[in-house]
């Protein structure tokens, strides 16, 4: 009788995420904070989550948010070793707590959906390290949940944008690594048109991942559909609405100038250049670099940008084709003076970094024409 008691009293002391949103007080934090994070007010935000932890030190939303702060502001993580050990440490115990509300009651959707982020951002942080035994280890465990999830979108709107994620990555990630083909038949079937439309419903419903939602939409437009025009509108709505988050002005600027949109990029690549990140910094000169080559036919100023790119480091999650675009500039600068021998060099080294659908033909492309 008394572990009956000690178990009830357990589980009605560990609110869900759907009842901290029926709390005014922990909803006005919530929506405060990402407002906060995604502007890039970093004190405020971190003061919201800290206020949110100390109302709730047991609900692992506030420490999940903890995490989303410190990607952002340590961004990349990789630069900062302290602070990926205490964004490592948030995630592992946003898992913790969630994994214990989902064994009390697998029913609990909100359980789920901090297990299913928690292991989500574990699984990318030891990808983009290379650490690959790790992220699939994380990311097996979190296909059990996920499977919940896909079931359940009408009922937590939450799970959209990972079921969305899943769908559209379903499809379109054995299309392009084929020796992962064999192994999919393990995983339940998906659909890219269901994927892109559960984007759209979580951009709609969602409070925790609809600027991440918003995000990844113009992402998947811009990486694997190929067009990078129809990620516009999503772009257009987050930078209007955080002016100051480098990453989603970096979306911008690349977008803009993949659409061919040079005048309207410029603003979003002043302010690539005036954060002061050397990572920023030097996409800011691909995109000028491939103005200069494509519009204004300045072929000596759109090599000195390229160039200066190429001092400049890349991150793996979102400047790294941006610096394979660098490279196949040069190649085809080179090509116009003659170089054939480099161009093909500089060409294929792209190679080794080019991710996007247009990107990787374009290269193709370079290293056909320049190989005869």
């Known amino acids: 009788m008394r572990k009956l008691l000690v178990g009830i009293f357990l589980l009605t002391s560990l609110p869900s995420f759907s009842q901290l949103l029926q709390d005014a007080q922990a909803k006005a934090l919530i929506t405060q904070g990402l407002d906060h994070l995604y502007a890039y007010s970093f004190k405020e935000s971190m003061d919201d989550f800290n206020a949110l932890k100390a109302k709730y030190p047991k609900n692992p939303a506030g420490y999940l948010l903890s995490a989303m702060q410190f990607e952002k502001q340590y961004f990349p993580l990789k630069d900062h070793p302290a602070q990926s050990r205490a964004y490592l440490a948030f995630l592992e115990l946003t898992y913790q707590l969630a994994f214990e509300a989902y064994e009390r009651n697998p029913n609990d959707h909100e359980a ?50 990972s079921a969305g994620l899943y769908n559209y990555y379903r499809i379109v990630y054995p299309e392009l690594h084929a020796v992962i ?45 190929g067009t990078p025009s129809k990620g516009l509108p999503y772009s257009e709505l987050l930078v209007n609405k955080y002016p100051e988050n480098h990453l989603f002005n970096l979306q911008r600027a690349e977008l803009l100038t993949l659409a061919g949109q040079y005048d309207a990029a410029d603003a979003f690549i002043q302010k690539l250049e005036k954060s002061k990140s050397p990572y920023m910094t030097g996409a800011a000169h691909v995109f000028r670099g491939m103005r200069e080559e494509f519009e204004r036919k300045r072929f000596a100023i759109a090599e000195a940008h390229y160039g200066k790119a190429m001092q400049h480091p890349w991150e793996e ?10 490279l196949m500039g040069i190649a085809r600068l080179e090509n116009r003076k003659g170089n054939k021998v480099k161009a093909l060099n500089w060409a294929k080294k ?11 033909e374009e290269q193709k492309r370079l290293v056909n024409a320049y190989g005869k």
Do not use: W
């Open 181 to 225: 083909r064999p192994f999919m038949v393990f995983f339940e079937d998906g659909s890219k048109r269901l994927g892109i439309s559960q984007l759209e419903a979580a951009i709609k419903k969602s409070v925790f991942v609809k600027n991440e939602s918003t995000f990844y939409l113009a992402y998947v437009y811009n990486k694997y559909e």
């Open 112 to 161: 789920v959906f901090f297990c299913i982020s928690s292991l989500g951002f574990l699984a990318a942080y030891e990808n983009d390290y290379q650490n690959y035994v790790k992220a699939v280890n994380h990311t097996r465990k979190a296909y059990s949940h996920l499977k919940i999830g896909l079931r359940n979108t009408e009922r937590q709107p939450e799970f959209l944008y």
């Open 350 to 360: 792209a190679a080794e970094f080019v991710e996007y659908k247009n990107s990787i």
């Open 317 to 326: 999650r979102f400047t790294k084709d941006i610096h394979g675009l660098a």
